[in-house]
Every structure is written in structure tokens, then in C-alpha cells.
């Protein structure tokens, strides 16, 4: 079984910076690809970033690029998700992923942590 939890949500004003955190422990993490989605409601979970093993292959969301930076301490099976110059519309519920698939979807989840970024 594989347990996923996030942490570092929370109320940040239009511009302002937070950062998530992701561990990650249990069967078949080694070499799993993770990342983060997020979901609004009424609306799919959609993808953000994804990162593999080695930290090297990197994947955003046209809409986060440039914005948010994901990166992998693979030691500690921890990913992180730095966001900057957040929007309005970055607000939802922020999701990590182990064993990203496509980056359409994933084998494991975390509980999500919600970001509210106010205007």
C-alpha cells in the first residue's frame, strides 16, 4: 500500500508565493514518476507538473509554466511544488500524484490540500 501526504496549502493574497509538499512512502515508489494536479469544483482534475525519478524530465501545464517550479528529493521520496506570482484562478484543490501515467492521470493519490489565492 502506498500512503501519499500533502501539506503547505493555505490563503495567499494574488501575487504572493507558496510552497507544497508531497511524501511519499510504501510499495513500488522507486522510480515512480509524481506530480501534482488540482481540481475546482464542477471541473475534471486537470494535470500541473510531473517530474521523474532521476529529477531530469520535467512536464507543466502550459498555464503554470514559468510560474511553478516542481522538483524531487528521491532520498526522501518527497516532491515539492513551488508556486510564484500565483492568480485567482490558481485556486483549487492541489492533488499529489505517484505514478504519473501520460500525465493524464496517476496510480496513487494524496488526500489534496486546498489553495486559495485572493484577489
Known amino acids: 500500500q502506498v500512503q501519499v501526504a500533502e501539506s503547505g496549502g493555505g490563503l495567499v493574497q494574488a501575487g504572493g508565493s507558496l510552497r507544497l509538499s508531497c511524501a511519499a512512502s510504501?510499495?513500488?515508489?522507486?522510480?515512480?514518476?509524481m506530480g501534482w494536479f488540482r481540481q475546482t469544483p464542477g471541473k475534471e482534475r486537470e494535470f500541473v507538473a510531473a517530474?521523474?525519478?532521476?529529477?531530469?524530465?520535467?512536464a507543466y501545464a502550459d498555464s503554470v509554466k514559468g510560474r511553478f517550479t516542481i522538483s524531487r528529493d528521491s532520498a526522501k521520496n518527497t516532491v515539492y511544488l513551488q508556486m510564484n506570482s500565483l492568480k485567482p484562478e490558481d485556486t483549487a484543490v492541489y492533488y499529489c500524484?505517484?505514478?504519473?501515467?501520460?500525465?493524464?492521470?496517476?496510480?496513487?493519490w494524496g488526500q489534496g490540500t486546498q489553495v486559495t489565492v485572493s484577489s
Open positions: 500524484a505517484v505514478g504519473v501515467v501520460n500525465d493524464r492521470g496517476a496510480r496513487d
Open positions: 517530474i521523474n525519478w532521476a529529477g531530469v524530465n520535467i
Open positions: 510504501g510499495r513500488t515508489i522507486n522510480y515512480s514518476r
